[in-house]
């Protein structure tokens, strides 16, 4: 089983940064991709940024230029440094890695953005 465990996030405000992690621990997998999904009070969680095992990323319209997606993978880590962060980047952010089988999910962590 592939447990995955999200951190960093917070409140902070408008113009502000955030940097949130997403540890990986279980089984291996044959792992396709990662990524960052939001989910916003009242709407669909939607992908935020992705990363494949090769390494090649993409993002959202909304978030590009001001987010960056990364891994470590000697620490079995993902990561999203915000910058520029706006009160519509609020909401609980989930880390998803994405395999030949099934996705995995962790919990979340709450980012909020407001002054």
């Known amino acids: 089983q592939v447990q995955l465990v999200e951190s960093g996030g917070g409140l902070v405000q408008p113009g502000g940064s955030l940097r949130l992690s997403c540890v990986v621990s279980?089984?291996?997998?044959?792992?396709?991709?990662m990524g960052w999904y939001l989910q916003a009070p009242g709407k669909q969680r939607e992908l935020v940024a992705r990363?494949?095992?090769?390494?090649?990323?993409n993002y959202a319209d909304s978030v590009k230029g001001r987010f960056t997606i990364s891994r470590d993978r000697a620490k079995n880590t993902m990561y999203l440094q915000m910058d520029s962060l706006k009160p519509e980047d609020s909401g609980v952010y989930y880390c998803?890695?994405?395999?030949?089988?099934?996705?995995?999910w962790g919990q979340g962590t709450q980012v909020t953005v407001s002054s």
């Open positions: 990363i494949t095992t090769a390494g090649n990323t």
């Open positions: 279980g089984s291996a997998v044959i792992e396709r991709y």
């Open positions: 998803s890695q994405t395999s030949t089988v099934r996705d995995y």
